[in-house]
């Protein structure tokens, strides 16, 4: 049987990827750096109550309750920031296509071309949501809407592609 999705980047595809990614191949690194950023976090705030407990609050608070607030941002947005990033990555015309899961391998068809995959090449795969993301490094990845299925149910793909790969699907 031959799995058909409908495949479209937009926005919630490229977080789900994004998160997927930072939870898989990415996941050792990106624990570091959310402990230290939280860390800058709390020290930061530690100084602003310092300072405004000594009255001694001036440019210097201002300018560190500033970075902490856009270090804060991006640990509670990163993979919406990273899904952003991501879209401007996209190649003109590979925003959207169709891709057909064989027992060989995937194929996917978009504007710009037709390129085939094999499974062997696949790292990690995750779920979040509607979403399946296949993982190939930390930089590279896909994303496949469960509900832009055309061919197949979600519950069979996933048997499916557990069988081709070896991998477990992780749920993030």
């Known amino acids: 049987m031959n799995f058909v999705f409908n495949t479209v980047y937009d926005m919630d595809a490229l977080t789900a990827m994004a998160k997927a990614v930072r939870k898989t191949t990415h996941s050792k690194h990106s624990k570091r750096s959310h402990k230290f950023g939280w860390i800058v976090i709390l ?84 779920q979040k949501g509607n979403y399946i993301v296949f993982v190939f490094s930390r930089r590279h990845a896909q994303v496949y809407d469960l509900t832009a299925m055309v061919n197949g149910t979600p519950k069979e ?6 069988a081709k790969t070896g991998l477990e699907i992780k749920k993030i």
């Open 157 to 162: 793909f996933r048997k499916f592609i557990v």
């Open 43 to 126: 020290i930061a705030v530690l100084f602003i109550i310092a300072s405004v407990l000594t009255d001694n609050f001036g440019a210097n608070t201002v300018f560190t309750g500033i970075a902490a607030a856009v270090m804060l941002a991006a640990l509670v947005w990163e993979d919406r920031i990273n899904g952003f990033i991501a879209s401007k990555r996209i190649m003109k015309g590979a925003e959207k296509g169709v891709v057909t899961f064989n027992e060989d391998g995937y194929v996917s068809q978009t504007d710009v071309g037709t390129t085939e995959f094999k499974y062997s090449v696949i790292e990690a795969i995750a």
